[in-house]
């Protein structure tokens, strides 16, 4: 059985992509008459497929209960002290070897260790780059337009590739279309190779892409140039290429597309809403389809917020006041509620709901999209960035500057730089899919280890236990994959 007979394409109309529905992602067959020979003919055709590759990403990020992009991002990190619900407390304390029976593909650790949905993603990337490249320029309104489509399609494996670079590390390169018949098992190229991949496929979607999007409809939900510069920024600073991150976000911060939005009351929310000044890029979510009962808001609100009684992942008070050491901070009043109950926190991020009615058992629709790069996470990233190259004064403007959007004085300079900037980024992207990975960054090119030691110990960190495991009926179905170095010592 071939390991990468990915889902083919089919698309319902010019905005909706029908995805296939493929019970193996390695065992599919196409699932409807449209195929990649007579599809490809208008521009609409590759809008819409183009719509699709972000709908992919979405589901890929809303696996294990709606959770997986925080379920990489945020539960392994200090931010998450306990869940109520299993299998997330195996996955916030590290425990990725959990056993899953091979049927149970419902089972949230069998999904989060597998790449199927990411490969998908790939898979009609390849084929939107291919396709379109055959197509007359006539088609398009412009020449101007569909360079634009194709940068998106550029982004879009970019993205992929780098964020299962950072969950994996070496993963399987694929870079062509495969009809099923014809695809082949793959062995992992190193990280290296994967992360370099990504970002040839950035510096392809930086020269096609514009600044602006075609409609303002697709700002930050869609891929435009500051897009592509916050996702360069994010991957020479996870390859310690700091010189190059502080750069990339320079770029994104000079556009002047992007400003704060005030953090002076409950408007503050609205960034998580989407489509806010500060949204780079984004997952924009479908509250009827992945809004009801699942998802980071499900997970982390109780009533008065919703009708839960306890969190099902648990923020621990001792955190918070550490981390939030002066109360007049603007994002500890407007973005927590520590007054429910003593033993947990409530982060009311993504407190963006309303009920299907007003009856006790109605079922609870959360209007959040998936904020993944944002305007102040760019600039503390480049504060990360200057700080590393030995900048520290311009470093410390931009974390001042940050500091002042949330009612803070200005860093007094006690202790060290680099690890106050990583408490800001803690402070301000708290649960927002960027902790574990900064965590990671702060011991591997700073020499900071803050783990939990329940969670991962430095010995276990330098053996390599902060890329996660490839779920083994990846490897039954693939010869060619070899376990990730760490796992491949653990029993799993």
């Known amino acids: 059985m071939k390991a990468f007979k990915l889902c083919s394409m089919a698309l319902l109309n010019m905005m909706v992509l029908l995805v296939s529905s493929c019970s193996d992602f390695l065992d599919l067959e196409p699932k409807s008459a449209l195929t990649d020979e007579n599809f490809w003919t208008t521009q609409g055709d590759v809008d819409a497929a183009v719509a699709g590759g972000y709908a992919l990403i979405r589901a890929a990020f809303n696996r294990a209960d709606g959770l997986s992009f925080y379920a990489y991002g945020d539960l392994p990190s200090d931010e998450i002290s306990a869940a109520n619900v299993t299998p997330f407390g195996q996955i916030l304390n590290g425990q990725w070897n959990l056993y899953v029976a091979p049927s149970d593909v419902n089972h949230a650790m069998y999904q989060l260790r597998r790449y199927d949905r990411f490969y998908r993603v790939v898979d009609h990337a390849n084929r939107i780059i291919e396709n379109l490249q055959k197509m007359d320029v006539a088609v398009f309104d412009s020449q101007a337009r569909r360079d634009f489509l194709l940068g998106e399609a550029y982004f ?34 190193r990280p290296e190779e994967v992360l370099a991949q990504s970002l040839s496929d950035l510096e392809k979607a930086k020269a096609l892409l514009a600044w602006e999007n075609a409609t303002s409809a697709d700002f930050a939900v869609r891929a435009n140039k500051g897009a592509a510069f916050a996702l360069e920024a994010h991957l020479h600073a996870w390859m310690g290429e700091y010189e190059g991150a502080a750069a990339a976000a320079d770029s994104v911060i000079q556009s002047q597309l992007y400003y704060y939005v005030s953090r002076d009351s409950l408007v503050y929310r609205n960034i998580f809403r989407g489509n806010s000044s500060e949204g780079i890029f984004e997952i924009s979510q479908n509250t009827a389809n992945e809004g009801t009962r699942s998802g ?73 999209n998936t904020v993944v790069f944002r305007y102040s996470d760019i600039k503390l990233l480049r504060a990360e960035a200057l700080a590393a190259t030995g900048d520290g004064a311009a470093a410390r403007e931009l974390l001042n500057e940050v500091r002042m959007q949330a009612g803070l ?34 011991y591997k090119y700073f020499g900071i280890f803050q783990f939990p030691s329940a969670k991962m110990t430095s010995d276990q960190f330098n053996r390599g236990k902060y890329y996660w495991p490839f779920d083994p ?14 796992w491949g010592t653990v029993n799993l």
Request: with cysteine; aromatic share 12%.
């Open 156 to 189: 879009i494996r970019a993205f992929t590739y780098f964020y299962m670079g950072r969950i994996w590390g070496g993963v399987p390169l694929v870079t062509e279309a495969v009809a099923p018949l014809h695809a082949e098992n793959h062995a992992a190229a």
């Open 409 to 442: 004085p200005a860093w007094d300079g006690s202790g060290s730089l680099v690890e106050a900037i990583f408490d800001e980024r803690a402070r301000e992207l708290f649960l927002e899919g960027h902790r574990y990975y900064d965590m990671v960054r702060l």
């Open 296 to 368: 980071i808001g499900e997970a982390t609100l109780v009533s008065p917020y919703n009708r839960r009684t306890v969190p099902v992942l648990v923020v621990p008070p001792a955190r918070i006041s550490n981390l939030f050491d002066n109360p007049d901070d603007k994002r500890l009043k407007f973005m927590f509620d520590t007054t429910i109950n003593s033993s947990y926190v409530i982060c009311s991020k993504y407190a963006n709901l309303t009920f299907s009615d007003e009856s006790n058992n109605a079922v609870p629709v959360y209007k959040n």
């Open 473 to 486: 009926s990846l490897l039954n179905q693939n010869p060619l994959l070899r376990q990730t170095p760490y």
